[in-house]
């Protein structure tokens, strides 16, 4: 892509872990950047600086360091993205890489369990916010003729893990949105896919309780004997936005390395 294109990639959650990484590969291949994020003022700096790496592409990057998940907020921040975008210019991939979610046991003899409202809050976070936006963005007529839209899945779909519930339940909900989404927003060219990760080390795999054994397990199971990185989530993400991927829509694509093979 031309670095004087104009096609953007809005990326929410994109200031860490899979959300960085295609920020990263997508700068490198022309695209310019909005990226919605939300961080505490101490993680700014190096926040910062990453973002300004991007701009060595010769790209723009505008960032807005807001809650996605508010409805206010979101509805500002579509206005100002109007405002700011240049004449002609309109978002090509829209990168959902919110996570945000409960990591409670169901029971426990002590301690807390999952409640009603965490399983609400995880997946207003983790799957009704990617319909918000995209409803939103295509009232306000921000998304280009030929959109790709990507969130991020894992292997909870289908499988139980410890203190994960609330996660699973919100990931099997993305996908099925992706799948609707694919479907009935064809007519103004929107393809939509779920790309299910391996096993990979981020601040939100760091936060899951247990998580040394699920990241032993993974690189038990991977044959190739590595966990997925960052890198080869984005590099995926980066395919399904070529003109050769527009015929993939409403599909679940595993970027794992055979991990989930066993």
Same mark, same amino acid.
Request: glycine share 6%.
């Given at each position: &892509? ?5 096609? $953007?990639?809005?990326? @929410?959650?994109? *200031?860490?872990? +899979?959300?960085?990484? =295609? ?102 976070? &983790? ?5 918000? $936006?995209?409803?939103? @963005?295509?009232? *306000?007529?921000? +998304?280009?003729?030929? =959109? ?115």
């Amino acid at each position: &892509m031309s670095k004087n294109s104009q096609h $953007w990639a809005l990326i @929410l959650g994109g *200031s860490q872990g +899979l959300g960085l990484a =295609t920020a990263q590969k997508l700068a490198k291949h022309g695209y310019h950047l909005v990226i919605v994020h939300r961080d505490r003022r101490t993680d700014l700096e190096p926040i910062q600086k990453a973002f300004d790496t991007l701009k060595s592409h010769e790209i723009e990057v505008k960032s807005f360091n807001v809650d996605a998940l508010n409805p206010d907020k979101r509805s500002d921040t579509i206005i100002k993205i109007q405002e700011e975008l240049p004449k002609g210019h309109k978002i090509k991939v829209v990168v959902h890489s919110i996570a945000k979610g409960s990591l409670k046991p169901m029971y426990a003899d002590v301690g807390t369990t999952l409640s009603n409202q965490d399983f609400k809050i995880t997946l207003d976070a &983790m799957a009704l916010s990617l319909y918000d $936006w995209t409803k939103s @963005l295509a009232n *306000s007529h921000l +998304l280009a003729a030929d =959109t790709r839209i990507v969130a991020f899945t894992s292997e909870g779909n289908t499988k139980a893990i410890p203190n994960y519930g609330a996660v699973s339940v919100a990931k099997v909900a993305l996908e099925a949105l992706v799948r609707n989404i694919a479907l009935e927003f064809a007519p103004i060219g929107i393809k939509a896919n779920c790309i299910q990760a391996g096993i990979t080390v981020t601040k939100s795999f760091e936060m899951i309780p247990g998580h040394e054994k699920i990241q032993s397990n993974a690189l038990e199971r991977n044959p190739n004997k590595r966990l997925t990185t960052p890198k080869d989530v984005a590099d995926v993400v980066y395919l399904l936005t070529l003109d050769e991927a527009q015929w993939i829509t409403g599909t679940t694509i595993k970027v794992d390395g055979g991990e989930s093979l066993r």
